[in-house]
T-cell receptor, first 115, second 113 residues
C-alpha cells in the first residue's frame, strides 16, 4: 500500500513569491490534514478535511494561506505571498476515520525555505 | 499552546542501553500516541494508548500512562543505532470546538555505537 505522497520535497523561494504544496493521501482515507513543523518543534495543525470539506481551519493564517481538496482526494496548500517566517516543513497526513485523535499517517513533508 | 511536553529535550545513550522519554499534558484525553521522526522524514506512528489503559507493549517499546498525573513514558529497550530519531507524544485537545491532535516539541534521541 502506497503511503502519503507529497511534492515537492524541497522548495526554495524568495519572500513575496507564491508557493504551492501537493499531497495525495492513502487510498480510502477520507480525512486529510496539513501541518506545519518549525525547526525543533512538533507539528502544528493548519487545516483538516473530511472529504472535500474543511472542518477545522482555525489555525490557518487566512490572509496568505489557502487550501483546497476539490474532489475529496488530493489536496493543495498555497502560500501567497510567502514571508521569511513561513520557512518550515509542511506535512500532510491522512487517517481512515473521522476521529482527529486516532492514528494518522504522515507523508515525508515539503521543506520550504524562504529567502 | 502545546498540550504535550516531552522530557528530556535531548537524550544520548550507548547502543544496547534502554531509553526513557516522558510526556506531560494539561487536559483530559481520549488517548495518547507516540510518533517517531527520522531526520528529514515524516512522522511514523509507534503506539497508541487509550485513557483507560495503563501500560502497552509493542516489540521493544513500552508505554505507560498515568492519567492522575497527566503523564506518559516511552521506554525503548535494547536500543539500536536505527532508533536515533526524534520522538513526539501527541494528545487530543479541543480548540475552538474542534478536536485535534496536538504534538509536543519532541525528544531527540541519539544512540551511540
Amino acid at each position: 500500500e502506497a503511503g502519503v505522497v507529497q511534492s515537492p520535497r524541497y522548495k526554495i523561494i524568495e519572500k513575496k513569491q507564491p508557493v504551492a504544496f501537493w499531497c495525495n493521501p492513502i487510498s480510502g482515507h477520507n480525512t486529510l490534514y496539513w501541518y506545519r513543523q518549525n525547526l525543533g518543534q512538533g507539528p502544528e495543525l493548519l487545516i483538516r478535511y473530511e472529504n472535500e470539506e474543511a472542518v477545522d481551519d482555525s489555525q490557518l493564517p487566512k490572509d496568505r494561506f489557502s487550501a483546497e481538496r476539490l474532489k475529496g482526494v488530493d489536496s493543495t496548500l498555497k502560500i501567497q505571498p510567502a514571508e521569511l517566517g513561513d520557512s518550515a516543513v509542511y506535512l500532510c497526513a491522512s487517517s481512515h476515520d473521522q476521529l482527529a485523535y486516532n492514528e494518522q499517517f504522515f507523508g515525508p513533508g515539503t521543506r520550504l525555505t524562504v529567502l | 499552546s502545546q498540550q504535550g511536553e516531552e522530557d528530556p529535550q535531548a537524550l544520548s545513550i550507548q547502543e544496547g542501553e534502554n531509553a526513557t522519554m516522558n510526556c506531560s499534558y494539561k487536559t483530559s484525553i481520549n488517548n495518547l500516541q507516540w510518533y517517531r521522526q527520522n531526520s528529514g522524514r515524516g512522522l511514523v506512528h509507534l503506539i497508541l494508548i487509550r485513557s483507560n489503559e495503563r501500560e502497552k507493549h509493542s516489540g521493544r517499546l513500552r508505554v505507560t500512562l498515568d492519567t492522575s498525573k497527566k503523564s506518559s513514558s516511552l521506554l525503548i529497550t535494547a536500543s539500536r543505532a536505527a532508533d536515533t530519531a526524534s520522538y513526539f507524544c501527541a494528545t487530543d485537545a479541543r480548540s475552538q470546538g474542534a478536536q485535534k491532535l496536538v504534538f509536543g516539541q519532541g525528544t531527540r534521541l541519539t544512540i551511540n555505537p
